[in-house]
Every structure is written in structure tokens, then in C-alpha cells.
């Protein structure tokens, strides 16, 4: 599996921005000084929560830069980050050509030292591009996302070997129309793809759909998810070590606008594909809820996001944890700074329960700020730490190195932010990257190897507006 840390098959999804023909990265960029300072003051929780402060950033040393791409007539991007046991670095994502609106789904494979190994396309008729990536314990890379044509779309998921061999390419549809679109996958230890994503199942009505395949490519269940009313879609995806698959989302509620969905499917036997249960986070009244990331350990299902949640103490951010058995919540706990609007967008759980997210919370009226906050297996807010990079800054995406450090990435008003804390909640180091001539640079997502290297992959403007795929090296 990837070196993200993610728990047992957690992979939460991201959304394209908008990426055909590679060229040799351009190394040309610059870092820029960085205001580093922890506003612990500015994070009010409980009486009983201690916030670790953190007193002083280390030295981050950045390493290398690439862009991919940067001279078509639309945005190409990295939308995800894996690494393998080598060190090597794989961005999957989309490249425009230079004359067309078309774009190709991509996937690139870099050596530590930042060699490009091989880059591979996949499609381009239309509109294609990757959104989520695994690697199995063999080494093969798995992509999927969206192939968008005229007046259709599809799901697409493309299996490569490690020396760039594309093994198989799978679509699919529910209807052949413009409502299916892949956001996430996992892969189980067998080497077994579970695929989610959205679905228009009419023409006024959408849902979710959750694909398995083998090994081979070979489709062995699909499992359809249909809310009574229409909207929402599916956010991540996560297996556990029997091969049930769980699913997050957003659907309308019954007398809510949003709620957190989640959904249990049995992944094998005479079962395979059917709903074990579903479970909606929702309070009464106005609220709505959004679920961004999910992950199974030990017996548990946690689940967070964000939302309006008028219930006190519901907070503005949330963790809620499910049983496996039976998906009856365990506890749902919130957390909010003293100006609230707090968003929860990534989590990882380590094999002791604790579950770790990031996000941003508003520091101002016209100023956020990125945070990091570790809730214990009982739901107790642990510590909470952030890092104030100089402008309003949002992380979006996180994961847990070997000795358990947590990094931080997503964007600022200044640059790319990245940042690092140790177990305890220390700010190790924050640093912010900027392309050559931008303010345009954003993280979709971050990988590590070890403790030896932190990988940042996203997008950065190069040449005037064009924009590129963007991978970043840092060493602690």
C-alpha cells in the first residue's frame, strides 16, 4: 500500500480543477520567507483540552520542484500523491495539449532524487482525468476519475504496473449520460479495486455507485446507492481487512438540507455487494452535514467533515465513530475555535485509535488559518495546532509518517503552505512554496517515505497564466 499512512483502505477523495502533452518539468521556482507563528491563543476548546503550543519551526529543507505540463490552454494539476517502499513518487492527475480544451488523464513516476522514470496518458477524447490513486503490495499503480465526452460520461479506472505497463482499463456507467464521475478508491491486500463515485440515475435524480474488481480488472460487484431526493455524492472510501468496503458522503436528508452518509457493503461470498447498514450524521433543526474522509481500525468506522450544526456541542468540525457490526454510533465530537466557521476536509487514524485531521478555522473576518487537531479513541480533543503562514490559509489534505509526525498541506494567500508536527503536537517545521512569478500554487495532496522525504502534489502557474502539475520534495 502507499506510504500515505492512511488506515486499512482509507482514501477520501478530491475534486479536479481543470489537464495533454508532457514536457520536462521546469525546476525554475523559489521559496519565499514565511511568517511562522501558532495562534494556541486563538484556539479555544474545552477547559479540559489542553492545546500544545508550538514555541519554534525547524528547518524544512525543500529538496526539488517539478512541473508537468504548463503550456496548454487549460489547467493541469496532480490531484494525488503515492509512494512505494523504493522512495519513488508517482502524481496522477490531468495534462491539456497546447491546441485543445482536451485534456488526458496522467499518471507520472519519479525517482527520489526527482528523475522522471515515465509519464502515461489515458484517453483524451474528451475531458479525462484522474482524481485518486493506490499502489498495491506488488507495486502496481491504480487511477481513477472521470472521462467526460459530449453529453456522456463514465467512470475510469486503469491498473499500471510498476515499470509503466498498463495492465487494464476499466469504465463505468450507470446511464450513458453526464452524471457519472469516480472520486475515490481503495485497494485491499488481495490486490481487489473498490471504485465510488456519483451517478445521475434519472434525469432529475442522482446517486452513488460503488465498483469492485479483482486483480485482473474483472467487475465482481456493483452496489447503487439511490437517496429519495436529488444531490449529493460520495466523498472517500475505505475496506477493511475482510474486504467490506464503507462508503461517506453527502445526501438530502429527510428533514435536513445535507447529511453524512455512510454505508457498509459486503465485500465477498453470497453478500458481495449487498448493504450491511447506513447511518446518517445529521442534528435536527437547519443543520446539514458534509463528510469528507473515512477509515476503518480495529472494530471502528470514523468518519469526518463539517457542517452548519446549530445543536450545541455540536461543533463547526466533527469526528463521529461507528461500530463495524452494525454502523450504531460510538460518540461524535466536535471541535471550534472562538469565531467557529471551522472545516474538518482529511483524517488519517493510527493502529491506537486516535484519529488525527486537518482543516482550517476563520481567525478573522477576513483571515483563516490551517490546523491540525488529534481526537483520542474515546473522541477527546488531544491537542490542537496551527500555523499562520501570513495570509488566510486552508489545509486540505494530511497523513502520518513512520514515527508518527503529521504534515499538513493545502493553500495559502502567500504560497503552497506546508507544515509538520511531531506525536505531541509540536510544530516541527512550516514552509511555503511559491512558483516562479505566481500566487496561483495549491496542495490536492501529500505522501511521505519514511521520515526521510514529504511529498506535495497539487498545481502552480509557470510562462504567464499557463497552469502545471506541480510536485514538491521536501526533507525534514
Known amino acids: 500500500m502507499s506510504s500515505k499512512t492512511r488506515t486499512a483502505g482509507a482514501r477520501r477523495a478530491r475534486s479536479a480543477p481543470v489537464g495533454a502533452r508532457t514536457r520536462r518539468a521546469s525546476r525554475s521556482a523559489f521559496l519565499v520567507g514565511v511568517l511562522v507563528m501558532l495562534v494556541a491563543t486563538a484556539l479555544a476548546v474545552a477547559a479540559t483540552v489542553r492545546v500544545v503550543p508550538a514555541r519554534a519551526a525547524g528547518a524544512g529543507s525543500l529538496q526539488w520542484v517539478l512541473h508537468l505540463g ?48 515515465w509519464v502515461r496518458l489515458y484517453g483524451g477524447s474528451g475531458w479525462d482525468t484522474f482524481s485518486d490513486a493506490a499502489l498495491d503490495a506488488q507495486g502496481n499503480v491504480y487511477a481513477t476519475g ?20 498498463r495492465l487494464w482499463a476499466k469504465s463505468y456507467a450507470y446511464l450513458e449520460n453526464g452524471g457519472n464521475g469516480a472520486v475515490a478508491l481503495t485497494v485491499d491486500r488481495e490486490g481487489d479495486c473498490y471504485v465510488t463515485g456519483a451517478i445521475a440515475t434519472s434525469a432529475d435524480a442522482s446517486g452513488w455507485a460503488t465498483v469492485k474488481y479483482d486483480a485482473d480488472g474483472n467487475e465482481k460487484w456493483v452496489a447503487v446507492y439511490a437517496p429519495a431526493s436529488p444531490g449529493g455524492a460520495p466523498a472517500a472510501i475505505a475496506v477493511d481487512a475482510a474486504g467490506n468496503a464503507y462508503v461517506t458522503g453527502d445526501a438530502p436528508g429527510a428533514d435536513v ?101 486537518t ?31 501570513g495570509r488566510s490559509d486552508a489545509m486540505k489534505a494530511l497523513t502520518r509518517d513512520a514515527h508518527g509526525n503529521v504534515v499538513v498541506t493545502g493553500r495559502s494567500g502567500t504560497g ?26 495549491a496542495a490536492r495532496a501529500v505522501a511521505t517515505h519514511g521520515e526521510r522525504a514529504v511529498y506535495v502534489a497539487g498545481y502552480g502557474t509557470i510562462k504567464g497564466h499557463n497552469m502545471a502539475a506541480l510536485l514538491v520534495k521536501y526533507t525534514p
Open 70 to 117: 504548463g503550456f496548454g490552454r487549460d489547467d493541469d494539476a496532480f490531484l494525488d500523491v503515492v509512494t512505494n517502499a523504493a522512495g519513488q513518487v508517482y502524481g496522477v492527475g490531468h495534462l491539456y495539449g497546447s491546441a485543445s480544451y482536451k485534456s488526458q488523464a496522467a499518471v507520472a513516476k519519479y525517482g527520489p532524487g526527482g528523475h522522471k522514470l
Open 146 to 165: 472521470t472521462s467526460l465526452g459530449t453529453g456522456t460520461s463514465t467512470f475510469i479506472t486503469v491498473k499500471y504496473s510498476g515499470d509503466g505497463k
Open 257 to 357: 438540507a445535507q447529511e453524512a452518509v455512510t454505508i457498509k457493503y459486503s465485500g465477498g461470498g453470497v453478500t458481495a455487494g449487498r448493504q450491511q447498514w447506513l447511518t446518517e450524521y445529521a442534528v435536527t433543526g437547519s443543520a446539514q452535514t458534509t463528510a469528507r474522509a473515512i477509515a476503518v481500525r480495529s472494530g471502528s468506522v470514523y468518519v469526518a467533515g463539517f457542517g452548519l450544526l446549530d445543536k450545541t456541542p455540536w461543533q463547526d468540525g466533527f469526528v463521529a465513530k461507528y461500530a463495524v457490526a452494525d454502523g450504531v454510533e460510538k460518540w461524535a465530537k466536535g471541535w471550534k475555535s472562538p469565531k467557529g466557521a471551522d472545516v474538518f476536509s482529511d483524517m488519517v487514524v493510527d493502529g491506537a485509535g486516535n484519529a488525527y485531521v
Open 359 to 389: 482543516g482550517s478555522y476563520k481567525a478573522s473576518a477576513t483571515d483563516r488559518n490551517g490546523m491540525a487537531v488529534k481526537f483520542s479513541p474515546t473522541g477527546k480533543v488531544v491537542w490542537a495546532g496551527t500555523a499562520d503562514l
Open 416 to 441: 503552497l503552505p506546508t507544515a509538520k508536527f511531531s506525536p505531541a503536537g509540536k510544530l516541527i517545521w512550516a514552509r511555503s512554496y511559491r512558483s516562479k512569478n505566481d500566487d496561483n500554487d
